[in-house]
């Protein structure tokens, strides 16, 4: 007796074979939840003191060394690279692209003059 059923093409085939997500979200919420959140963390008046020295003698062009608070990730964030912008009025150091505002740096080392 000859089988009725038509061949399936290798497309449909194959798709026969792909993981399969049983719980949709599953793997963004277990990434989620290995997130650390990481409290700010208040700087004393001489570690302060120590980081407006740094600022004084930094300049555009130095590598230095950074770690931030970054609000949105809730984390610190260490960047180390040339400084392109220091604008005291607005309060803001540029590390090459990365915008950080004076308030959320805990740490600022210069690497290179």
């Known amino acids: 007796m000859k089988s009725v059923r038509s061949k399936m ?3 449909d085939r194959a798709k026969q074979f792909m993981p ?3 719980l949709k979200g599953y793997e963004e919420a277990i990434r989620e939840r290995e997130h650390i959140v990481i409290e700010r963390s208040e700087l004393s ?3 302060l003191d120590e980081l407006d020295n740094v600022f004084k003698r930094l300049r555009v062009g130095d590598i ?3 770690i931030y608070y970054k ?4 984390c610190y964030i260490k960047v180390t690279g040339m400084v392109s912008k220091i604008d005291i009025d607005s309060r803001v150091l540029k590390i090459v692209n990365k915008r950080i505002e004076f ?3 805990y740490d600022l080392e210069i ?3």
Not at 71 to 74: D, G, N
């Open 71 to 74: 609000s949105s990730e809730e």
């Open 45 to 47: 008046e001489e570690r």
């Open 111 to 113: 690497t290179e003059s």
């Open 20 to 22: 399969f997500a049983a």
């Open 64 to 66: 230095a060394t950074c």
């Open 9 to 11: 093409d290798r497309a």
């Open 103 to 105: 308030d959320d740096i």
